[in-house]
């Protein structure tokens, strides 16, 4: 029995989507302005990279191809592969928001129909009664932050002050998302998580799609890390997703990363964690090399959002891109007979892009592995929703047709 495989690429973009104005995103394009970027010299960084964008692998795979399909342009450093290895395409977003959750969801056969809420990007950022009911049944003596912040700045800023004064430090995005920070050791994890839960029960009546717990090392500015033990508090998907498909056929579903987090726990038997990417890279290699027949090992990529895309550090995405590249091989030496493999992502945040927030955009569609046949080896084209890479995964694992998506191997008329 066949086994499947999705990689996000987390903010992976590829060129900005057809209603990428409507966001504040025309020209947006991660990938395009990252190889330009490197093509230029403007992302060298010394013992960090040099040089045009080398991503071998990716572009063996036809990355190149689902390129100039979304953008109209071949990125710079990609050269032009005339018959790719893999299934190649790109993929727009049906749902109405460029979070993570969305993204995930409708790649997983539920696009999101509705919109969430969001705070707004004033100070304080947060509602009076919602911090109220926060401090006070969680015995807190205040928060720090109130306001629309970078995850890493926020820190520098504020972690001392948190250290001083045990003040969790909360703040927000662009995205429907309540972050609270705060030291692992000298707050507690198990305190972070309990406030974390208590938060997204309050902020349920206003519609915020994730909570997410922060834990981080460190004592002053410069040294203050973000460490593995992050949890999201995800609202449940409103729909059954492949992955609860899945499980409801007997199959076993293998999250790496923030997965199961990202789904609310629903669907996931088993979630591996990790500190950064190629942490998270070993982890799906010890997954691909037991995963049982029938199933599904969904692995998420952070670092290329969190610490460069929202950052805005383009040599850092550059050279993260470059790393998950090399390591594909080890991968791809794992995978069995009748092994489908997909490498996608959930939205776009070019680093490159004003701000600090996620950017609309296509994101690539990449099918490869023995699974794949010889036929299959062609271009996908624009697809209209995430969703049909779900539906091409149901149908390659044997499982009755989702909800929403096309199978992408399905020839169209």
């Not at 025309?26 to 045009?52: E, I, K, Q, S, Y």
């Not at 891109?321 to 069995?336: C, G, I, M, S, W």
């Not at 927030?357 to 697809?383: I, K, M, N, Q, W």
Request: glycine content about 12%; hydrophobic content about 40%.
């Amino acid at each position: 029995m066949p086994r499947a495989f999705i990689l996000v690429m987390d903010s992976f973009g590829i060129g900005a989507a057809p209603d990428a104005a409507g966001f504040g995103d025309a020209g947006a394009d991660t990938l395009g302005h990252v190889a330009a970027a490197c093509a230029a010299g403007r992302a060298d960084r010394a013992g960090l990279r040099a040089g045009p964008l080398a991503l071998p692998n990716l572009a063996r795979l036809g990355l190149g191809e689902a390129a100039m399909q979304a953008s109209g342009r071949r990125p710079a450093g990609l050269p032009a592969v005339a018959a790719p290895a893999g299934a190649h395409g790109c993929a727009a977003e049906q749902s109405r928001g460029k979070d993570t959750p969305s993204g995930h969801w409708e790649l997983a056969g539920v696009p999101v129909p509705f919109e969430w809420g969001y705070f707004p990007a004033r100070l304080p950022a947060f509602p009076d009664e919602l911090i109220r009911a926060l401090v006070a049944e969680c015995d807190l003596p205040g928060i720090l932050g109130n306001c629309h912040a970078s995850g890493t700045e926020i820190l520098d800023r504020l972690g001392e002050e948190h250290l001083r004064t045990g003040r969790p430090i909360c703040y927000t995005s662009a995205d429907s998302v309540f972050q609270v920070a705060a030291h692992e050791e000298t707050f507690g994890l198990e305190r972070l998580y309990r406030v974390c839960a208590t938060a997204k029960r309050l902020t349920a009546p206003l519609n915020i799609a994730r909570v997410i717990a922060r834990p981080f090392t460190g004592r002053h500015p410069g040294q203050f890390r973000r460490t593995g033990h992050r949890r999201d508090y995800t609202t449940p998907p409103p729909e059954p997703t492949l992955l609860d498909r899945l499980r409801a056929a007997g199959r076993e579903v293998i999250g790496i990363g923030k997965i199961a987090d990202i789904f609310a726990g629903r669907g996931v038997d088993r979630s591996l964690k990790a500190d950064d990417n190629m942490g998270l890279f070993d982890r799906l290699l010890e997954a691909a090399a037991a995963a049982p027949e029938g199933s599904l090992v969904f692995a998420n990529f952070v670092d290329f959002d969190t610490l460069y895309g929202h950052r805005r550090d383009v040599a850092g995405y550059a050279a993260a891109l470059e790393a998950f590249d090399a390591r594909l091989p080890e991968f791809e030496a794992l995978l069995r007979p009748g092994d489908l493999a997909l490498i996608s992502a959930d939205h776009g945040c070019d680093p490159t892009w004003p701000g600090s927030d996620h950017t609309r955009e296509f994101v690539p569609v990449l099918f490869f592995g023995p699974g794949l046949p010889p036929d299959a080896r062609r271009s996908l084209g624009r697809r209209s929703s995430f969703a049909d890479m779900g539906q091409t995964i149901a149908r390659h694992l044997g499982i009755a047709p989702l909800a929403h998506g096309d199978d992408c191997f399905a020839l169209r008329a």
